[in-house]
T-cell receptor
Framework: NAGVTQTPKFQVLKTGQSMTLQCAQDMNHNSMYWYRQDPGMGLRLIYYSASEGTTDKGEVPNGYNVSRLNKREFSLRLESAAPSQTSVYFC?????????????FGPGTRLTVT | AQKITQTQPGMFVQEKEAVTLDCTYDTSDPSYGLFWYKQPSSGEMIFLIYQGSYDQQNATEGRYSLNFQKARKSANLVISASQLGDSAMYFCAMREGWNSGGSNYKLTFGKGTLLTVNP
């Protein structure tokens, strides 16, 4: 099992460009998440999908959109990238809601917006 | 107010010694879960250990144990017999609200503690 995979690993964008970060999990998990990690800070939730067909905003959703394509895949789109979106992006998944389910993380995507 | 506080930006420990990484949390929800994750320099997030608010015993996973003091709202990670490979950033995180709807899904992270294990 690959676990949680993310593409690309690295990306450089110019201000105003758009891109989609891809995430897939092969653990048959119901819930998926997108976080960003900025220097000196822990991870902050951007969007999550509790189950296939649903998505909801997290703590820092502005400037992002998501799509839960199917149970396996959850993508994050930046429509018009800004330098403030320079960050490391992590996708995660868990069996379901409820606080005892740990989240499994992908390797991250390092995004730089110039 | 911060929900998760990790007061030690950096810690040093000698190989084979034990080390405690501090974590305090703030919630009014009686039902919550606490997690520790390790982030090595390669960047991935690795789940280490979980403690539920209703769990009667402190969680243990191999060399990792969680010193859970509910009244003090602390959930310190203890690593026994440190190894060079334990050098990494460690994050404490909390998931609230079994019955709180949306917040049930979010992990709230602390800012992390950078652990360095010296040979």
């Amino acid at each position: 099992n690959a676990g949680v995979t993310q593409t690309p690993k690295f990306q450089v964008l110019k201000t105003g460009q758009s891109m989609t970060l891809q995430c897939a999990q092969d653990m048959n998990h119901n819930s998926m998440y997108w976080y960003r990690q900025d220097p000196g800070m822990g991870l902050r939730l951007i969007y999550y999908s509790a189950s296939e067909g649903t998505t909801d905003k997290g703590e820092v959703p502005n400037g992002y959109n998501v799509s839960r394509l199917n149970k396996r895949e959850f993508s994050l789109r930046l429509e018009s990238a800004a330098p403030s979106q320079t960050s490391v992006y992590f996708c995660a998944s868990s069996e379901g809601p409820g606080q005892r389910y740990e989240q499994y993380f992908g390797p991250g995507t390092r995004l730089t917006v110039t | 107010a911060q929900k998760i506080t990790q007061t030690q930006p950096g810690m040093f420990v000698q190989e084979k010694e034990a080390v405690t990484l501090d974590c305090t949390y703030d919630t009014s929800d009686p039902s919550y879960g606490l997690f520790w994750y390790k982030q090595p320099s390669s960047g991935e997030m690795i789940f280490l250990i979980y403690q539920g608010s209703y769990d009667q015993q402190n969680a243990t996973e191999g060399r990792y144990s969680l010193n859970f003091q509910k009244a003090r709202k602390s959930a310190n990670l203890v690593i026994s017999a440190s190894q060079l490979g334990d050098s990494a950033m460690y994050f404490c995180a909390m998931r609230e609200g079994w019955n709180s709807g949306g917040s049930n899904y979010k992990l709230t992270f602390g800012k992390g503690t950078l652990l360095t294990v010296n040979p």
